[in-house]
């Protein structure tokens, strides 16, 4: 894994991340292959699928290829699969939730944490610290509870998940409270001013490893509907005579966007993150546009952060990465360490 930012280039003022040594080696995400310790490598077995989750059956294709696959265009399949994947791989029983949420790509959530916790290993003279002692922070956790579904799964960890709907906050705990031994591990809390991300969310004494964030994409509904339009078109799915979804995968508002769209979340973040800086071990977010990394930097440096690190990732075609900061010093890391982690 190489972790210093790829962009953008050394004569720009984005913060220089401190040498560390790295947990994994890293794959070519030119190649768009996943992280090593991804469970979703290669093809599926789906009679494997089917046979754990018979519903399944109902939603699988032949693809142009001659493969068994499931027609990505239609949500009610992707949920479907969803709910097997985490059942087969994951041993999570009982999966669902409500009508236009959004139904996330599980490789792609799975390597987030997994680079995640190759990063708290830097922390750790390269071993990757396990089980309850590890507590992270979902911003954003959604109805379908993902991140701490598959962080408590792959590494035994501690979530508090943080939504500013509701509705997501309601669907994610029926989702821990159905499978034995999530509750225990598994906390959500709604944040109720949806103008602050950790201001009035945390208290003062809790600590935090890590925070993740997938955030908002687009700028508005508008720009998110054209979005789904425009990749139905590339994946030459637009057929005129087929009724497709609205917005790629489900999602709600806010799910999908927010004012000023992922640059203006995500700077926000940032700026939070200082008043809290002390309180957690690394903040990240995913950057879904790479045009937006040279003003998450110029942000971060602003911000005062004290190590940065960008991690590009890859799944097939799609390109992705994500941002992690700290306001810790090496000395104050190590002592994170020795105080949580020993």
């Known amino acids: 894994m190489s972790l210093p930012p790829k962009r953008p280039s050394r004569k720009s003022a984005a913060p220089r991340p401190a040498a560390s040594k790295p947990a994994a080696a890293k794959p070519d995400a030119g190649k768009g292959q996943l992280h090593p310790r991804n469970r979703h490598q290669g093809r599926y077995d789906f009679p494997v699928l089917i046979k754990a989750s018979p519903e399944l059956a109902a939603f699988v294709i032949i693809n142009p290829y001659g493969k068994e696959s499931i027609d990505f265009a239609n949500p009610a399949a992707v949920k479907v699969f969803n709910r097997a994947l985490l059942k087969q791989f994951y041993g999570i029983a009982q999966w669902d939730i409500p009508t236009d949420y959004l139904c996330p790509p599980i490789p792609g959530r799975a390597d987030y944490l997994h680079y995640l916790a190759d990063l708290l290993a830097t922390c750790n003279a390269g071993e990757i610290p396990r089980g309850a002692k590890v507590r992270a922070l979902d911003v954003g956790v959604g109805a379908n509870c993902i991140y701490p579904l598959l962080g408590n799964r792959e590494y035994a960890w501690r979530f508090l998940?943080?939504?500013i709907a509701a509705e997501a906050i309601a669907s994610a705990t029926?989702?821990?409270?159905?499978?034995?031994?999530?509750?225990?591990?598994?906390?959500?809390?709604?944040?109720?001013?949806?103008?602050?991300?950790?201001?009035?969310?945390?208290?003062s004494d809790e600590r935090f490893d890590l925070t993740l964030c997938n955030p908002p994409f687009h700028a508005s509904a508008e720009e998110a509907s054209s979005g789904s339009k425009r990749k139905w078109r590339n994946l030459g799915k637009l057929d005129?005579?087929?009724?497709?979804?609205?917005?790629?995968?489900?999602?709600?508002?806010?799910?999908?966007?927010c004012k000023g769209g992922e640059a203006a979340f995500v700077s926000k973040l940032i700026k939070e993150s200082v008043q809290v800086g002390q309180q957690?071990?690394?903040?990240?977010?995913?950057?879904?546009?790479?045009?937006?990394?040279?003003?998450?930097?110029s942000a971060l440096k602003q911000a005062g952060a004290v190590q940065v690190h960008t991690v590009e990732m890859a799944q097939g075609q799609k390109q992705s990465r994500f941002v992690a900061w700290t306001f810790q010093s090496l000395a104050q890391q190590q002592a994170w360490r020795q105080a949580r982690w020993q």
Do not use: C, M, T
């Not at 159905?178 to 950790?198: C, T, Y």
């Not at 957690?280 to 930097?297: D, E, H, Q, R, T």
């Open 161 to 163: 998940g943080s939504d």
């Open 174 to 203: 029926a989702i821990v409270h159905a499978n034995p031994g999530l509750p225990e591990a598994i906390e959500l809390r709604q944040q109720n001013d949806s103008a602050h991300i950790f201001q009035g969310l945390l208290n």
């Open 280 to 297: 957690v071990l690394w903040f990240s977010s995913l950057i879904s546009k790479a045009s937006n990394l040279p003003g998450v930097y």
């Open 240 to 257: 005129p005579k087929r009724k497709l979804p609205v917005l790629n995968f489900g999602g709600q508002a806010a799910e999908l966007w």
